[in-house]
């Protein structure tokens, strides 16, 4: 435990640090949850939404997966 208790006393001594992260967060789930929106991909949505990772989830949506081609089966109407 001592690493995490570190970790947020760090973040408390310094709470423009606790800004930076939490900025990082939010511009890269923002983008990531638009792109996504944009192209109807429903699972990646609901998991950048859900799955908090510090902007990993994110960049990883971002970067990697538009290179992977993969598509999602489409309902019938």
Do not use: C, H
Request: hydrophobic share 50%; aromatic share 14%.
């Amino acid at each position: 435990m001592e690493p995490i208790q570190n970790i947020l006393e760090t973040i408390n001594s310094n709470p423009y640090l606790a800004v930076a992260f939490s900025t990082w967060i939010v511009v890269w789930k923002g983008l990531a949850l638009w792109k996504s929106a944009q192209k109807g991909q429903k699972p990646w949505f609901v998991a950048i939404l859900v799955i908090n990772t510090l902007g990993l989830l994110e960049i990883i949506y971002l970067f990697l997966v538009p290179r992977l081609k993969f598509t999602f089966p489409k309902k019938k109407k």
